[in-house]
Nanobody
Framework: QVQLVESGGGLVQAGGSLRLSCAAS????????MAWYRQAPGKQRELVAH???????HYADSVKGRFTISRDDAKNAVYLQMNSLKPEDTAVYYC?????????WGQGTLVTVSS
C-alpha cells in the first residue's frame, strides 16, 4: 500500500519560516507530478505548488516569491520551503502525488501563523 506522510507543520510567527516534508512509502514504480495543497478553515482546498518529474514548477499567485517546492526522487520525497509566512497562510497542508498512475493524498499537517 502506497502512502504519503507529511511532517514539519507547526506554529510560527508572521514573517517566519517553516519547511514541510512529505515522503512516499510502499511499492513505488513511478512518481510523476508531486504537489502541495492547503485548506484553510471554511475554505476549499487549493493548490499551493506543484513540481513535475522533470522539475518544472508552478505556484499559486499568493505564494510566489515566498514558497519553494522541491523534490528528491532518491528519497521519494517532496518539500515545501515557506518563508515570509503570513497569517493567511494558516491552513492544513496536504501532500499530493501521482504514484504508480494513481493520485495519492497525505493526511495533512497543520500550519498556524500568528500575527
Amino acid at each position: 500500500q502506497v502512502q504519503l506522510v507529511e511532517s514539519g507543520g507547526g506554529l510560527v510567527q508572521a514573517g517566519g519560516s517553516l519547511r514541510l516534508s512529505c515522503a512516499a512509502s510502499g511499492s513505488i514504480f513511478s512518481i510523476n507530478r508531486m504537489a502541495w495543497y492547503r485548506q484553510a478553515p471554511g475554505k476549499q482546498r487549493e493548490l499551493v505548488a506543484h513540481i513535475t518529474s522533470g522539475g518544472s514548477t508552478h505556484y499559486a499567485d499568493s505564494v510566489k516569491g515566498r514558497f519553494t517546492i522541491s523534490r528528491d526522487d532518491a528519497k521519494n520525497a517532496v518539500y515545501l520551503q515557506m518563508n515570509s509566512l503570513k497569517p493567511e497562510d494558516t491552513a492544513v497542508y496536504y501532500c499530493n502525488a501521482d504514484i504508480n498512475w494513481h493520485e495519492i493524498w497525505g493526511q495533512g499537517t497543520l500550519v498556524t501563523v500568528s500575527s
